[in-house]
C-alpha cells in the first residue's frame, strides 16, 4: 500500500468511519472559506466602487505637476504652473499614448467670492469643460443643475459648503477677485451654473470655471497651466501606465525635466482607507488559517488516540512509519479538498444571489450605487491552495506521533 491512490482509497474509508466528525470538520472548513470568498468580493467591489467615486469624479488615475507643487498645494501657489511649452509638450506626449484615454489641463488658483453681501475664500479649478467630463466622467453627477456642457464662459460651479453658508443657488450672480502672480488684482462677475458637492482630501471642495474666464482673472496671456489631470484606459495598470508616462515626456527623469507624476494614491487620504480593506481582507484570511489548523488538528489527534491499537496493528503488520504518517496526512488532506471544494460551491452561489438581489448605497449625490461582487479564479485558487496546504500541515504532528508509536504498547492500550 506504498501508492498514493491506495493511501487515499484507505483514508477516505477511514473518514467514512467517523461520518458525525467528518461532516463537522468539513463544514467548519467549508464556512471559513464562504467567510473569506464573501468577505473578499464584497469588499473588493466596495473598494473598487469608492476608488472609482474618487478618481472619476475629481482626480483622474494620475496627475503631472511642476516639481514642488504638491508639497505646496495648500497654498495654490501660481509661480509653480507649467508654462506653455511644457504644457503644448505634455499635451502632445499624452495624445500619443495608447494606455491613455483622455487627460485634461487645470489651472489651480484662489479668489475672494462676494454676493455683494459678503465676501469669502474660494479655491477654484479652472478646467476645459469638454476634457475634463473625458477625464472625470462622474464629476457632472457631484452637480447639482449641471448643463449638458458642464458649465460655459462667464459661470461659476460654487461648492456645496459655499453655497448653503452664502445662499447661492444656480442663477446667482456673484463676484470673482484674484491676485496674479505679479500682485496684481483683477475681478469678474459670474452667473451660479451649479452646485458642486464636496469630496474628502484636497481639491474636493473645489468651485469650477473655465479656463479661459480663469486666464482672463489671473491676467495669463499664455497657455500655462497648474496640471494634467491623466484618465487611463484601465485603472489597474496605474503603475505601467505611470511609468510609460514617465519615459516618454523625461527620458532622463521626470526630476531632471522638473516635472512630478502622482498615481491617485498619493493624492487623496482615502487611500488610507483601501489600505485598510486590503487589511482587514488579510486578516480575514489568517482567521481560515486558524480555523482550519484548529479543526484539522483536533480531528487527527483525536483520531490518533482513538486508533491507537488499529496503528500498533498495521505497524506490527510490517508497515512502514512513512507509510502510517502517510495514511494521516492523506486523511487530513481530504478534509481540506471536501471542505475546500463546499465551500468554493457555496461561495459561487452567494455571490451569484447577491447580484441577483442587488446590494445598493448611496454615496453623496450618487444614489443607489450597486455593489458587484465577483470572484476573480485566482482568489479562488489562492484560498483553496491555503486550505489545502493548511489542513495538510495541521496532520503533520498527529501523523508524525502515529508512525513512531512503538507497536507492542500500542497494542497494549485499552
Known amino acids: 500500500m506504498s501508492t498514493l491512490y491506495e493511501m487515499l482509497r484507505v483514508a477516505t474509508r477511514n473518514l467514512l468511519r467517523y461520518r458525525r466528525r467528518t461532516l463537522l470538520t468539513t463544514s467548519l472548513?467549508?464556512?471559513?472559506?464562504?467567510a473569506v470568498l464573501i468577505f473578499v468580493s464584497?469588499?473588493?467591489?466596495?473598494?473598487?466602487?469608492?476608488?472609482?467615486?474618487?478618481?472619476?469624479?475629481?482626480?483622474?488615475?494620475?496627475?503631472?505637476?511642476?516639481?514642488?507643487?504638491?508639497?505646496?498645494?495648500?497654498?495654490?501657489?501660481?509661480?509653480?504652473?507649467?508654462?506653455?511649452?511644457q504644457a503644448a509638450s505634455i499635451a502632445q506626449t499624452l495624445g500619443e499614448l495608447q494606455q491613455v484615454e483622455a487627460f485634461s489641463p487645470r489651472i489651480k488658483l484662489g479668489a475672494m467670492l462676494s454676493n455683494f453681501k459678503e465676501t469669502t475664500n474660494v479655491r477654484l479649478?479652472?478646467?476645459?469643460?469638454?476634457?475634463?467630463?473625458?477625464?472625470?466622467?462622474?464629476?457632472?453627477?457631484?452637480?447639482?443643475?449641471?448643463?449638458?456642457?458642464?458649465?460655459?464662459?462667464?459661470?461659476?460651479?460654487?461648492?456645496?459648503?459655499?453655497?448653503?453658508?452664502m445662499k447661492l443657488e444656480p442663477g446667482s450672480t456673484v463676484v470673482l477677485v484674484a491676485t496674479n502672480r505679479d500682485g496684481a488684482v483683477n475681478g469678474k462677475s459670474f452667473n451660479v451654473a451649479g452646485v458642486v458637492e464636496g469630496l474628502s482630501g484636497p481639491g474636493g471642495r473645489d468651485g469650477y470655471?473655465?479656463?479661459?474666464?480663469?486666464?482672463?482673472?489671473l491676467r495669463i496671456t499664455s497657455a500655462e497651466v497648474t496640471e494634467f489631470a491623466v484618465r487611463l484606459k484601465d485603472m489597474s495598470t496605474t503603475a505601467?501606465?505611470?511609468?510609460?508616462?514617465?519615459?516618454?515626456?523625461?527620458?532622463?527623469?521626470?526630476?531632471?525635466?522638473?516635472?512630478?507624476?502622482?498615481?491617485?494614491?498619493?493624492?487623496?487620504?482615502?487611500?488610507n482607507i483601501a489600505r485598510m480593506i486590503d487589511l482587514l481582507t488579510l486578516f480575514v484570511q489568517i482567521m481560515l488559517v486558524g480555523i482550519v489548523l484548529i479543526s484539522v488538528m483536533n480531528v487527527m489527534v483525536m483520531a490518533v488516540y482513538e486508533r491507537i491499537r488499529e496503528i500498533g496493528t498495521i505497524a506490527a503488520m510490517g508497515f512502514e512509519p512513512r507509510t502510517i504518517m502517510g495514511l494521516f496526512l492523506c486523511e487530513g488532506l481530504l478534509l481540506g479538498a471536501v471542505g475546500s471544494l463546499a465551500g468554493v460551491l457555496l461561495s459561487l452561489a452567494?455571490?451569484?444571489?447577491?447580484?441577483?438581489?442587488?446590494?445598493?448605497?448611496?454615496?453623496?449625490?450618487?444614489?443607489?450605487?450597486?455593489?458587484?461582487?465577483?470572484?476573480a479564479a485566482g482568489t479562488v485558487v489562492v484560498v483553496a491552495l491555503v486550505v489545502l496546504v493548511v489542513a495538510t500541515v495541521a496532520s503533520l504532528q498527529p501523523a508524525l506521533k502515529a508512525s513512531r508509536m512503538d507497536p507492542i504498547a500500542a497494542l497494549r492500550h485499552v
Do not use: C
Request: proline share 6%; hydrophobic share 45%.
Open 29 to 34: 472548513i467549508a464556512l471559513g472559506v464562504v
Open 42 to 85: 464584497v469588499a473588493g467591489s466596495f473598494r473598487s466602487l469608492m476608488v472609482g467615486q474618487i478618481t472619476d469624479a475629481m482626480l483622474g488615475h494620475l496627475q503631472l505637476h511642476k516639481r514642488g507643487y504638491v508639497a505646496s498645494t495648500e497654498n495654490l501657489p501660481l509661480n509653480l504652473n507649467l508654462s506653455a511649452d
Open 125 to 165: 479649478t479652472a478646467v476645459e469643460p469638454a476634457r475634463e467630463k473625458a477625464t472625470v466622467p462622474l464629476l457632472p453627477g457631484r452637480v447639482r443643475e449641471a448643463g449638458p456642457k458642464l458649465l460655459k464662459r462667464g459661470e461659476l460651479l460654487v461648492p456645496e459648503i459655499l453655497a448653503r453658508g
Open 209 to 217: 470655471l473655465h479656463i479661459e474666464d480663469a486666464r482672463e482673472l
Open 240 to 271: 505601467a501606465g505611470g511609468k510609460t508616462i514617465k519615459q516618454r515626456l523625461a527620458p532622463g527623469g521626470l526630476k531632471a525635466a522638473g516635472l512630478e507624476l502622482h498615481p491617485w494614491q498619493q493624492l487623496t487620504p482615502f487611500s
Open 350 to 375: 452567494t455571490v451569484a444571489g447577491l447580484n441577483l438581489v442587488g446590494l445598493t448605497f448611496s454615496f453623496g449625490r450618487q444614489q443607489d450605487l450597486l455593489l458587484e461582487p465577483t470572484l
